[in-house]
């Protein structure tokens, strides 16, 4: 079955230093993958879509994430964070019935 | 861009009363509507999977009787929380999708509280 593990429930990072948010997957073939955000009392947000046409994905705001087959892995990273980037953060997959299994989320704090 | 509405953002009902939630696509054909149920500081689990015309297929440990979903056009989904009861007090979202490998769109979510 289709699923996906996010690494750390909590990052907190300094003002424009870089982010790094993990995700691990598990998949029978090749898997589609999606990053949404999560602001407060707020619906999600696409970040970001992996379908297999390119390993690396860049997404909006300046966020990017690899697709490394040999880890299972899809990291998202952004160089620089900004305060308004403070969010939760979920690394999501398609299942087999084509619905969409979230990740327990990562929540990022932006220290000044 | 594909947007959905969520209505109301947020609601405060009594035990016992009934609520219901709207969730529309403003700009395309929805075949396929989800909704989702996040309690506080978790992840998203889906509730139900609405196909219009059709009637919606509940996850595991979702009671249908109490969580009423209707998918009667293609733009719009409603779900109603019947019998509300301070347990039930969640933020809900819904998601729609056009076609099977297209993306999908969250609504904004509703935020229940049960009093």
């Known amino acids: 079955a289709q699923s996906v593990t996010q690494l750390d429930s909590h990052v907190s990072v300094s003002e424009g230093t870089p982010v790094l948010l993990r995700c691990n997957y598990s998949?029978?073939?090749?898997?589609?993958l999606f990053w949404y955000v999560q602001h407060p009392n707020k619906g999600l947000q696409l970040l970001l879509k992996y379908t297999s046409a390119a390993t690396l994905v860049k997404g909006i705001n300046g966020f990017e994430a690899e697709f490394k087959k040999s880890e299972t892995s899809f990291h998202l990273t952004k160089p620089s964070a900004h305060m308004s980037d403070a969010a939760e953060y979920f690394c999501?997959?398609?299942?087999?019935?084509?619905?969409?299994?979230f990740g327990t989320g990562t929540r990022l704090t932006v220290i000044p | 861009g594909a947007v959905v509405s969520q209505h109301p953002s947020w609601v405060i009902c009594k035990s016992g009363t009934s609520v219901k939630i709207e969730c529309r696509s403003l700009?395309?054909?929805?075949?396929?509507m989800f909704w989702y149920r996040q309690f506080p500081k978790q992840s998203l689990m889906l509730m139900a999977t609405s196909n219009e015309g059709s009637k919606a297929t509940y996850e595991q440990g979702v009671e249908k009787d109490k969580f009423l979903i209707n998918h009667a056009s293609l733009t719009l989904s409603t779900l109603t929380v019947t019998s509300a009861h301070p347990e039930d007090s969640s933020f809900y979202i819904c998601s729609a999708s056009r076609q099977t490998n297209y993306g999908y769109t969250f609504g904004s979510g509703t935020r229940l509280t049960v009093v």
């Open positions: 700009d395309f054909q929805a075949t396929t």
């Open positions: 998949s029978s073939y090749s898997p589609s």
């Open positions: 999501v997959t398609k299942t087999g019935a084509n619905n969409l299994f």
